[in-house]
């Protein structure tokens, strides 16, 4: 008896499929997720070439100048990617579960795939402002600065690799959820 007991609890249970009602709240709670986190990228790209606006007037050393230019041009093609690959598509509505169902794989794939390239659209583009502005600060500024110089660029490469990071792993989580939908 004790054996039929062990084989009957070590066997897989099947994961029910999700009713439609749990694939319209996941699929609200995505796009309501990713309509807040764009704005707030927005607001913080905005936030940020404004500050990089200010730089070019105040700075007269004409490396950080043009470092700023460059991150501001990096800042509006990051916003730019950000509306091509991060955006949500309008919700289906009244559309049968199959419709939900494509909407929100689709929604999980575009988000994946917008995560999993963080590296290339997201990041790559301001490096070179950056580098540039500090490299500009380095030789502009008295010797004694430099070493708060160093470390705030260590600072913003650690925040570029906690980025990049954190990305990998959230597309790491919407690919389970896409794999799950699929069983």
């Known amino acids: 008896m004790n ?25 609200g709670k995505l796009h309501s997720r990713v309509r807040r986190r764009n704005i707030t990228e927005l607001a913080g790209g905005a936030a940020g070439a404004v500050v990089f606006g200010f730089y070019i007037w105040r700075f007269p050393d004409p490396m950080m100048r043009a470092g700023s230019v460059l991150v501001i041009l990096g800042v509006l093609y990051v916003c730019w ?37 963080v590296w290339k659209w997201y990041l790559a583009p301001l490096v070179p402002g950056l580098a540039l502005f500090i490299a500009g ?17 260590a600072f913003c490469a650690v925040v570029f690799l906690a980025v990049g990071l954190l990305n990998a792993w959230a597309a790491r989580q919407l690919q389970k959820k896409i794999d799950a939908l699929r069983d």
């Open 137 to 153: 600060m380095v030789l502009s500024m008295p010797h004694a600065a430099r070493g708060a110089i160093a470390a705030a660029g």
């Open 81 to 117: 990617q950000l509306m091509v690959r991060g955006r949500t598509n309008a919700l289906p509505g009244d559309g049968s579960a199959a419709s939900w169902s494509d909407y929100y794989r689709r929604e999980l794939v575009r988000q994946r795939d917008a995560l999993k390239d």
């Open 3 to 27: 054996d039929l007991k062990t084989i009957w609890r070590s066997q897989e249970t099947e994961d029910a499929p999700m009713s439609l009602d749990e694939i319209r709240g996941q699929a």
